[in-house]
């Protein structure tokens, strides 16, 4: 079974550099970096270049409105550059959050941004001029003044509900799923299956990232209570809610909205109840937490990916060598 880990855990970047390289020894198969307020995500993906040599290192995801495609596509050739056939370049929707209170752009249309986008950075990792003018936005007469990626970079699309999963099927060489119970995959890979049929793709050869929370403990209670705050105003956002909702936790996303939007943080904290958490993160014993890893395996996902819940370094990599493939 591929294991992928995910940066950044904590967030700086030299500590970043330090649980890559502790990952390729311990076997990791590639990593994955968030772009959700930490260090930038092109510039861990340098640093992690860096200091290994094996991993593939890819971003998971960076949203399609806070950068402009060539912005992008120089910052993935450029890291393509530092890691030679190892980066993967993971595009996203991302959430009204990071999109419309972080950076001030208009959350409108992410399932045509995210087309276009994918589509715009594509040509231009080719080589290619650009001159694009979709209904999201527009480039033109822009080339990158750098070697052309070799081979090309592999171009992945983060994915919740079913028109964005049946996007990813349709362009993108992957697939990057988040926070979801193992009972959900299945239906999700029947979107993403079916996009690929659509796009003359073979549904198979679609690489399946999955970013789990991970917390190796012996009392859940006690991690089960820092989940609580952090999964509510995630799962707030209108992107989220839905999300969960469909995936089988309707009264808890119907209460978590309620309360977030009463500013009521206890009833939002109330209403991410232990089976959520339990059915979403991955907590327990070392064995428990491959087991888990296991089911999602088989329901699907190719590239679990291990999102440490931990306060230091020290923390991420004693959770990482311990769910190490042997």
């Known amino acids: 079974m591929k294991i992928a880990a995910s940066l950044p855990v904590p967030p700086d970047v030299p500590t970043c550099q330090r649980v890559a390289r502790a990952a390729e020894e311990l076997g990791y198969e590639s990593l994955w970096i968030a772009d959700s307020g930490g260090p930038d995500p092109f510039v861990v993906a340098a640093a992690a270049a860096a200091v290994t040599s094996r991993v593939r290192i890819g971003t998971a995801v960076i949203p399609a409105y806070t950068r402009t495609p060539p912005v992008i596509a120089c910052a993935a050739a450029s890291c393509a550059e530092l890691a030679p056939g190892r980066f993967v370049l993971g595009i996203g929707a991302s959430s009204e959050n990071i999109v419309e209170k972080w950076s001030g752009i208009p959350f409108r249309r992410p399932l045509t941004r995210v087309r276009e986008t994918v589509t715009s950075v594509r040509g231009l990792l080719a080589g290619e001029k650009s001159d694009f003018t979709g209904r999201t936005l527009e480039t033109h007469g822009y080339r ?20 964005m999963l049946e996007l990813a099927g349709e362009i993108a060489e992957g697939v990057t799923l988040n926070m979801m119970p193992v009972e959900a995959v299945p239906r999700m890979l029947a979107h993403v299956r079916a996009g690929a049929e659509r796009g003359g793709r073979d549904p198979a050869a679609t690489e399946v990232v999955a970013r789990f ?38 009264e808890e996303a119907r209460e978590i909205l309620a309360g977030w939007q009463t500013k009521d943080r206890a009833r939002v904290a109330k209403a991410v109840t232990d089976e959520m958490i339990d059915r979403i993160a991955i907590l327990g014993s070392a064995e428990a937490c491959r087991a888990r890893l296991e089911e999602y395996r088989a329901a699907g996902v190719t590239t679990p990916m291990v999102s440490p819940i931990a306060g230091d370094a020290a923390g991420a990599i004693a959770i990482l060598e311990a769910l190490a493939a042997r």
């Open 213 to 250: 929370m991970v917390c190796i403990t012996d009392d859940p209670s006690g991690i089960r209570g820092a989940l609580r705050g952090f999964f509510g105003p995630y799962f707030a956002t209108s992107v989220y809610n839905r999300f969960v909702a469909w995936c089988g936790f309707e």
């Open 144 to 163: 990158l003044q750098m070697r052309t990626p070799t081979p090309p970079v592999p171009i992945h699309v983060g994915a919740l509900g079913p028109p």
